[in-house]
């Protein structure tokens, strides 16, 4: 039986850490004093060990993960630094950011679900040529440099839907930076 509690002690630490592993180890017995050792438990039964560890496992399997817009913000305005009206048009088209924050799914246009990402490129417009370029529309990465490509080569015409708020935002940018 020691084995078995010494493998679930195991499995707690993987899944909840150390300290955790050592709390569901100690007993209410009290510690002894000339060794600083915490006595093991006793009295445990191995159904009892067996659901705890099914337990953990079942709440560790069924956390949801997913991308998060974490350093999305700080990423665009280190990419576009010298061109603070790419910085305006992310706020404005996506609030900086990359994916949608219930589901962490690639985040989509509301006006036209085929606008994706931080900077709500096309795709029926724009999937081909990204592709074609190596940039992967749906990372944060891919977006951002063709997002580059798009104004380097037709200035802010993709995003003109949303002029009337990167416009005032660009010029409180420009202003602010004096």
């Known amino acids: 039986m020691k084995g078995f509690i010494t493998g679930a002690a195991l499995t707690i630490s993987t899944i909840y850490g150390p300290a955790q592993a050592q709390m569901s180890m100690q007993s209410t017995l009290p510690v002894d004093s000339s060794t600083a ?3 093991p438990m006793q009295d445990v039964s191995s159904a009892a060990v067996i659901a ?3 337990n953990a496992s079942l709440t560790e399997k069924t956390k949801t993960s997913f991308p ?3 350093g999305v913000m700080a990423y665009v305005k280190r990419k576009y630094a010298n061109q603070p009206i790419l910085i305006a048009i992310s706020s404005c088209e996506s609030d900086f950011r990359q994916y949608d924050d219930k589901t962490g799914a690639i985040l989509h246009g509301k ?3 085929e606008d994706v990402g931080v900077m709500q490129i096309n795709q029926k417009y724009h999937l081909a ?3 074609s370029m190596g940039y992967d529309l749906n990372t944060v990465e891919g977006n951002v440099a063709y997002a580059q490509y798009l104004y380097d080569t037709q200035g802010s015409t993709p995003w003109s839907a949303s ?4 416009n005032n935002i660009n010029t409180a ?3 602010a930076a004096k």
């Open 37 to 39: 050792i915490v006595a």
């Open 52 to 54: 705890a560890i099914s």
């Open 68 to 70: 998060t817009n974490a």
């Open 111 to 113: 006006v036209n679900a």
């Open 129 to 131: 040529k990204a592709a």
């Open 163 to 166: 002029e009337p708020c990167w």
């Open 173 to 175: 940018l420009a202003l």
